[in-house]
């Protein structure tokens, strides 16, 4: 498959590589969990990943860390753990927001395709931002914002890069609203740098 890929990016005309629309290998996002994330939470997470995505024309593929035995090849790989406890929490919580919400694994100014997403921190973050009945939907929205962290990470693997945007996913903080908000986007530089392979 990675074989397939440079195969893909040679035939690939210049002109896809302008930004016009064009297919681009998908991202297989390869997740493990300490805690199994609620159903309502993964369903979301994977079309808002989806959505975020669409604007590099990467496709998402989800596999979980167990079907990857010897032999299994993808093309652009990216490892996630969401450690902690994903599930939102229907009861008052304690909210400390301090700290990230997630960090990727560089070695040597590179960035690699290993992310660790935070869900105690993610949770509080999204949870201070949820008013009235959104509390009832809050497995859905948990799923939403995960998605968005996630994005950013691969966005820094994508781009390479330790630095942000100013505006949209890419920005160095997100904030709870911003989490759960019925949209948010890259911005169009930040969503281009989609286009490119995350590991190097
Ligand atoms: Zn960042």
């Given at each position: 498959?990675?074989?397939?890929?440079?195969?893909?990016?040679?035939s690939?005309?210049?002109?896809?590589?302008?930004g016009?629309?064009?297919?681009?290998n998908?991202?297989?996002?390869?997740?493990?969990?300490?805690?199994?994330?609620?159903?309502?939470?993964?369903?979301e997470l994977q079309?808002?990943?989806?959505?975020?995505?669409?604007?590099?024309?990467r496709?998402v593929?989800?596999?979980?860390?167990?079907e990857?035995?010897?032999?299994?090849?993808v093309?652009?790989?990216?490892?996630?753990?969401?450690r902690?406890?994903?599930?939102m929490e229907?009861s008052?919580?304690?909210l400390?927001?301090?700290?990230?919400?997630?960090?990727t694994?560089?070695t040597?100014?590179?960035?690699?395709?290993?992310?660790?997403?935070?869900?105690?921190k993610?949770k509080?973050?999204?949870?201070?931002?949820?008013?009235?009945g959104?509390?009832?939907s809050g497995n859905?929205?948990m799923?939403?914002?995960?998605?968005?962290v996630?994005?950013?990470e691969i966005?820094h693997?994508?781009?390479?890069?330790?630095?942000?945007?100013?505006t949209?996913?890419?920005?160095?903080?997100?904030?709870?609203?911003?989490?759960?908000?019925?949209?948010?986007?890259?911005?169009?530089?930040s969503?281009?740098q989609?286009?490119?392979?995350?590991?190097?």
């Amino acid at each position: 498959m990675r074989y397939l890929f440079v195969l893909v990016l040679l035939s690939t005309p210049m002109w896809a590589l302008e930004g016009l629309p064009a297919l681009h290998n998908p991202i297989t996002v390869v997740v493990s969990a300490e805690r199994p994330l609620a159903p309502e939470a993964m369903k979301e997470l994977q079309a808002e990943m989806a959505n975020l995505l669409k604007q590099g024309n990467r496709p998402v593929e989800w596999k979980r860390l167990d079907e990857m035995g010897v032999g299994v090849s993808v093309s652009d790989l990216v490892m996630v753990k969401f450690r902690g406890d994903c599930r939102m929490e229907m009861s008052p919580m304690l909210l400390d927001e301090r700290g990230p919400l997630a960090f990727t694994h560089t070695t040597d100014g590179e960035v690699l395709p290993f992310s660790e997403v935070l869900c105690d921190k993610v949770k509080m973050a999204a949870r201070s931002a949820m008013h009235g009945g959104q509390i009832a939907s809050g497995n859905k929205l948990m799923g939403r914002a995960l998605a968005r962290v996630l994005a950013h990470e691969i966005w820094h693997m994508t781009a390479n890069t330790h630095k942000h945007s100013k505006t949209g996913v890419a920005k160095s903080s997100l904030s709870g609203a911003q989490l759960i908000a019925d949209t948010l986007e890259f911005d169009g530089h930040s969503a281009h740098q989609l286009t490119q392979k995350t590991a190097r």
